[in-house]
């Protein structure tokens, strides 16, 4: 189970390279630097905590998982 700070951690480094991103594209398709900045700093602003939340709750169900063996070999 991960920690909430390594959640926290991986929420950042995500939001990171997906604010690159979606400013990489804003600029392409606007080539307005400033306004570029504007729209990934938003959408971050907005799917960071999203994704925080997302990644805790994902903890609590327990679809999907195999259990660990006792001792491996």
Known sequence: MD???RS???SLSWRFFATLITAG???GVTGEATFALEI???DTSIKF???YTHERAWLRIRYGE???PDYQI
């Open 49 to 51: 905590f999203v994704y």
């Open 40 to 42: 990934g700093l938003l």
């Open 3 to 5: 920690s909430r700070k």
């Open 8 to 10: 926290l951690v991986k």
């Open 66 to 68: 195999t259990t660990k």
């Open 25 to 27: 594209v804003a600029y």
